[in-house]
């Protein structure tokens, strides 16, 4: 039993320790998470906005299309593929 102050203290310690780095665990998992998140919400805010520009482009080529303007300068002034402004007809 002379040995059992210091068999306790190393004890605690190593639990301590072990919650320490369980604690860290955590905070490295609920960061990790954050930043996935804004990344995620980045990058969908980003392709929203290609979208609407791709929507808006394909709409303007529709006017166009209807005001019979020339084909190439529809896929000049909107920047659509001919693909796409075939796809409009």
């Known amino acids: 039993y002379k040995n059992y102050p210091r068999m306790k203290r190393e004890y605690l310690d190593a639990m301590q320790s072990e919650s320490i780095t369980a604690m860290e665990m955590e905070e490295a998992r609920q960061q990790a998470l954050a930043e ?22 394909l709409e303007t080529a529709r006017k166009m299309t209807a005001e019979n303007c020339e084909r190439s300068l529809i896929l000049k002034v909107t920047g659509i593929t001919e693909e796409d402004l075939d796809s409009l007809s």
């Open 36 to 57: 996935g998140h804004a990344e995620g919400l980045a990058k969908g805010h980003a392709e929203g906005l290609k979208e609407g520009e791709r929507q808006k482009a």
